[in-house]
C-alpha cells in the first residue's frame, strides 16, 4: 500500500536552501548581481552582434560600458556626499530659526517647546563661563596634565589602512565583471548545458521557461533603468532649480533608490526635504521640494510606466513587499534592491516546473481561482456584497447575459454538483441561493442600464452569439425553477436578462408549479414559461412539467433549459421528446428561444395501453361457482 505523499520533503528542501543562500551568500551574493546583469546586457550584446560587431567586442564593449557608467555614478556620489558633510555646520542656524518658530507658534506644553528648552538649556551651560573659586588658605593643587603619545605613521602604513577597506569591495565588483564577461561570451553553451542538467526531457517546456525568465527579468531592468533615468534628472533638474545643495547627488539617489520597491521614492525624498529645511529660513522651500517629488511620481507612475512596461513583472503586490523582507533580511541593502528580478525568477521557475508550481500561486499576480469558482465560494461563505464587487468588475467590459452565462449559472452548477455528491448541507444552499438572490437584485441598476442602452442589441457577446438577442417588448415570459433553491436562483438571473431586452418578466418558484399550487400562477396573461434545470438528470420531471403546463393553458409556449456545461445534446430530439417549444443550453439560447415569435406547439396525446386482467380475475364470484357447476 502507497503511503500518502507530504509536503515535508519539500519545506525541508526549501529551508536547506534558505540557509544555503543565508550562510554562503559572500558566494551567491555576487552570481545573482552577474547573473542578473548577464540578463540586463544580453540585448544589448544580442543588438551589437546583429550589426556587425564580433562577439567578445560586443561582450567587453557592453560590459565595459556598463561597469564604467556604475564606477562614475559611484565617484559622483562619494565626492557630493563629503561635500554635505562639509556644509553641514553650515546650515544650523536656519534649523535652530525653525525650531524656534515652530516654538512660538505652538503651546507653551507642546513637544516641541519642551525639547528646544532643554536644548538651550544645555547650551547655556555649556556656554557658561567656569565661576573663579573661593580663596583658601591653602594652595590648591595643580591639576595632572594629560599628555598624548603621537607616533606619526609611516606612509606605507597609512597606504595599508586606506587601501585595506576598499580590498573587499574591489574584489567582488573584479569578480562580478569576469563573471558577467563569462556568462555572455557562453551564453549559448550555459544554456544548452542547463538544458541538459534539467530539462532534457521536455526540451518545449524548459526553452519556454528561459525565454520567460530572460525576457521578463531583462526587460525589468531596462525598463526600470529608463523609468528611473527620467524621473531621477528632472528630480536633479528641479532641486537645482530650486537651489538645493548638492541637486546632482539627489537625482542619483533617486535613481537607484527607486529600484526598492514602494519605500525607494519615500527614502530617496527625505534628505532632499531636510536639507531644504535646512538652508531657506521659510517654509516655502520645503513645499516645493515636496511637491517636485510627488509631482515626479504620479507622473513616472500613471504616464512613463504604462508607455514603456510592454509587460509587468508578473509579480504581485503583496509579494513584492514580502520578497523585499524576505532578500532584505537574507542578503541586506543588496538584497533589497535585488529582490523583484530575483523573485521574478522564482515565478518563472514556479510557472514552467510542476514541483515549484505553489511559487507561481503564491507570488505571481494571476488570479488563481476562475471567476466562476471565486463568484461561488463567496456565494458558499455567504458575502453578496463582495460578490457583487467582482461581478461589477467584470460587468465594466461585459454585459449581463454574459456574466450571467459564462460566470454565474457556471457558478451555481458547481453547487448543484455538491449538492448532488452530498457535501452540501441544507444550511449551505440556503445560504448559497440567498446570497445569489441578493446578488441578482444588486445587479437591478446594471440591468436598468443596459435596457437605456441603445446600443445593446447590436453588440456581440462573449458566447459567440453575432446576432442581436431579439426585442422582448410586448412580451410575458414566466421564469420558473425546475426542482430546488438553486434552480429558483437561474430563474431570477434569466428573468432580469429578459427585463433587459424588454420583455415583462417574472419568477416562480419550483414549490409554486407543483399541481397543488399551479392554478395560483397568472398563466392567463403569460405568453412563454421556461423553465430552468441545473440537474442534466431531470429531463423527465421535465416532461411532466411541460405537460402540466400546457394542460393549464394550451396556447402557452413552454421551453426548458439545461444549465448544463456538459456536451451538448440534439436539442430538437430532446424537445420533441419533453413535447418543449424549445430546449436551450446557454443564457443566449434561453433568451432567444424565450422571445421567440413561434407558435405553441399542441400537447401531443398520450396514447395508454389497456392492461386487460385474465378472465379468471374479471369474473364475479357467482360467475364463477355457475362456471364451475357446468
Not at 332 to 351: A, D, E, N
Not at 425 to 435: C, I, L, M
Not at 495 to 511: E, P, R
Request: proline share 6%.
Amino acid at each position: 500500500m502507497a503511503l500518502p505523499r507530504t509536503a515535508l520533503p519539500t519545506f525541508a528542501a526549501m529551508a536547506g536552501a534558505v540557509a544555503i543562500l543565508y550562510f554562503a551568500r559572500d558566494v551567491f551574493l555576487p552570481l545573482a548581481i552577474a547573473l542578473l546583469l548577464t540578463f540586463a546586457l544580453a540585448p544589448i550584446v544580442s543588438f551589437l552582434r546583429g550589426v556587425g560587431v564580433p562577439k567578445i567586442v560586443s561582450v567587453i564593449a557592453s560590459v565595459l560600458a556598463a561597469f564604467a557608467v556604475v564606477a562614475m555614478f559611484s565617484f559622483i556620489v562619494a565626492t557630493q556626499v563629503s561635500e554635505v558633510a562639509q556644509n553641514v555646520p553650515t546650515y544650523q542656524a536656519n534649523i535652530v530659526a525653525k525650531i524656534r518658530s515652530l516654538k512660538e507658534s505652538g503651546s507653551e506644553s507642546g513637544i516641541i517647546d519642551r525639547l528646544s528648552g532643554v536644548v538651550e538649556r544645555v547650551g547655556r551651560e555649556i556656554n557658561q563661563p567656569e565661576k573663579p573659586a573661593a580663596p583658601s588658605a591653602e594652595k590648591p593643587k595643580p591639576d595632572p596634565l594629560l599628555v598624548e603619545i603621537f607616533t606619526p605613521q609611516r606612509p606605507i602604513e597609512m597606504l595599508r589602512n586606506l587601501i585595506t577597506p576598499l580590498i573587499g569591495p574591489l574584489a567582488t565588483a573584479g569578480l562580478v565583471v569576469v563573471v558577467v564577461i563569462f556568462m555572455l561570451l557562453e551564453r549559448e553553451d550555459l544554456r544548452d548545458r542547463f538544458i541538459r542538467l534539467v530539462g532534457y526531457g521536455d526540451l518545449h517546456r524548459t526553452t519556454e521557461a528561459l525565454e520567460d525568465a530572460g525576457s521578463r527579468v531583462g526587460q525589468y531592468l531596462l525598463m526600470q533603468l529608463v523609468v528611473n533615468i527620467t524621473y531621477g534628472i528632472p528630480i536633479a533638474a528641479g532641486l537645482w532649480l530650486l537651489g538645493i545643495p548638492n541637486a546632482i547627488l539627489w537625482g542619483l539617489l533617486a535613481i537607484v533608490l527607486r529600484f526598492v520597491p514602494y519605500i525607494g521614492p519615500a527614502i530617496a525624498m527625505i534628505l532632499p526635504l531636510f536639507l531644504a529645511l535646512a538652508v531657506a529660513p521659510g517654509w516655502s522651500l520645503v513645499l516645493w521640494t515636496a511637491a517636485l517629488f510627488l509631482v515626479m511620481e504620479l507622473i513616472s507612475n500613471n504616464v512613463v510606466e504604462p508607455w514603456l512596461y510592454g509587460s509587468r513583472t508578473g509579480l504581485s503586490p503583496l509579494a513584492i513587499i514580502v520578497s523585499a523582507i524576505f532578500w532584505t533580511w537574507l542578503w541586506g541593502p543588496v538584497g533589497l534592491v535585488l529582490s523583484t528580478p530575483l523573485t521574478v525568477c522564482l515565478v518563472v521557475l514556479g510557472k514552467h516546473v510542476p514541483q515549484f508550481a505553489f511559487l507561481e500561486v503564491l507570488f505571481g499576480n494571476e488570479p488563481v481561482l476562475d471567476p466562476k469558482a471565486r463568484l461561488y465560494q463567496r456565494l458558499l461563505a455567504g458575502d453578496p456584497d463582495e460578490a457583487t464587487d467582482h461581478a461589477e468588475e467584470i460587468l465594466e467590459n461585459d454585459y449581463l447575459v454574459d456574466f450571467y452565462g459564462n460566470v454565474a449559472i457556471p457558478a451555481l452548477l458547481i453547487g448543484e454538483q455538491d449538492r448532488a455528491r452530498g457535501v452540501m448541507t441544507e444550511e449551505q444552499k440556503q445560504r448559497v441561493t440567498a446570497s445569489a438572490m441578493a446578488l441578482v437584485a444588486n445587479l437591478q441598476e446594471i440591468a436598468a442600464e443596459e435596457a437605456d442602452e441603445d446600443d445593446v442589441e447590436g453588440e456581440d457577446n462573449l458566447e459567440g452569439n453575432v446576432d442581436p438577442l431579439p426585442d422582448g417588448v410586448g412580451k410575458t415570459v414566466l421564469c420558473i425553477g425546475g426542482r430546488g433553491e438553486l434552480d429558483n436562483a437561474t430563474a431570477s438571473m434569466l428573468a432580469q436578462v429578459l427585463g433587459v431586452q424588454g420583455a415583462s418578466a417574472s419568477t416562480a418558484g419550483f414549490a409554486e408549479a407543483e399541481p397543488a399550487n399551479l392554478r395560483l400562477l397568472a398563466l392567463e396573461s403569460t405568453d412563454t414559461a421556461v423553465v430552468g434545470f441545473l440537474n442534466a438528470d431531470s429531463l423527465n420531471h421535465g416532461r411532466f412539467m411541460v405537460r402540466r403546463l400546457k394542460r393549464a393553458k394550451p396556447s402557452l409556449r413552454v421551453g426548458i433549459v439545461l444549465w448544463s456545461d456538459e456536451s451538448r445534446k440534439d436539442a430538437d430530439k430532446i424537445a420533441g421528446d419533453l413535447n418543449a417549444d424549445f430546449v436551450a443550453f446557454s443564457m443566449t439560447e434561453a433568451v432567444v428561444g424565450a422571445l421567440s415569435d413561434k407558435p405553441a406547439i399542441p400537447l401531443k396525446a398520450v396514447k395508454r395501453r389497456v392492461r386487460r386482467l385474465p378472465a379468471s380475475v374479471t369474473k364475479s364470484p357467482r360467475q364463477k361457482k355457475a362456471a364451475d357447476r357446468v
